[in-house]
């Protein structure tokens, strides 16, 4: 079965500051592995995704993520935070061995701080 | 932007009633999702289709029913609605024979039975 943990229910990061927000996975077979954004009353947004390849991506809005096979880790990170960044953050996961089920995180809320 | 639209936004009725939720999208997508979410919370698979005349279960049980004439609609059906319906619905879809693309949301339709 999927799953994927998102540990942090919170992340508190100055302007300026760079972020990290933390998700680990598990799935049958090699992963797909994606981040999406969701904003206040509003659906999610999709900003990256781990396909194959190059373990470091790069998405929308200067965000990107590492995904690391052998600690089942994809974390999203970006350099310098901005105030607009605060939002609520998900992970997802979908296996390639078959079947198109996405399977999301718990979410973590991103606040930055000016 | 994503060319995904539910109807309708915001949504307050009565116990008892029947409700339909719609969602449709003009991608020509042939894999459609419902979500439901509590507000700010995570993510719950409640329905998704491959393509018409298919309609699966998700992982979170749901007293709601799908359906998928039509490739670009996939509504949402309560029978008869119960406060512990009361939450977020949220739409979404994808494409390819490949399983690597994200997802696509709509805006959400946010249920509130009294």
């Known amino acids: 079965a999927q799953s994927v943990a998102q540990p942090e229910d919170q992340v508190n990061v100055a302007e300026g500051n760079p972020l990290t927000v933390k998700c680990t996975y598990s799935?049958?077979?090699?992963?797909?592995l994606f981040w999406y954004v969701q904003y206040p009353n509003r659906g999610l947004q999709f900003l990256l995704k781990?396909?194959?390849?190059?373990?470091l991506v790069k998405g929308s809005y200067g965000f990107e993520a590492e995904f690391n096979k052998s600690q089942t880790s994809f974390h999203l990170k970006k350099p310098s935070a901005l105030v607009s960044d605060s939002a609520l953050y998900f992970c997802?996961?979908?296996?390639?061995?078959?079947?198109?089920?996405?399977?999301f995180g718990a979410g973590t809320r991103l606040f930055v701080k000016a | 932007e994503a060319d995904i639209y539910q109807t309708p936004r915001y949504l307050v009725i009565g116990t008892g009633k029947k409700i339909t939720l719609e969602c449709s999208q003009t991608?020509?997508?042939?894999?459609m999702y419902w979500y439901q979410q509590d507000p700010g919370m995570e993510l719950h698979l409640i329905h998704y289709?491959?393509?018409?005349?298919?309609?699966e279960k998700g992982d979170l049980s749901s007293e709601s029913t799908v359906s998928r004439i039509r490739t670009e609609h996939f509504p949402l059906t309560l029978e008869s609605a119960r406060p512990s319906h009361t939450s977020q619905y949220l739409c979404?879809?994808?494409?390819?024979?490949?399983?690597?693309?994200?997802?696509?949301f709509g805006e959400g339709s946010r249920l509130t039975v009294l």
């Open positions: 979404a879809s994808t494409s390819g024979l490949a399983n690597t693309g994200e997802l696509f």
């Open positions: 799935v049958s077979g090699n992963p797909y």
């Open positions: 991608m020509g997508h042939d894999k």
């Open positions: 997802a996961v979908r296996a390639n061995t078959g079947g198109f089920k996405t399977i």
């Open positions: 781990y396909i194959t390849g190059d373990n």
């Open positions: 289709s491959y393509g018409v005349n298919s309609t």
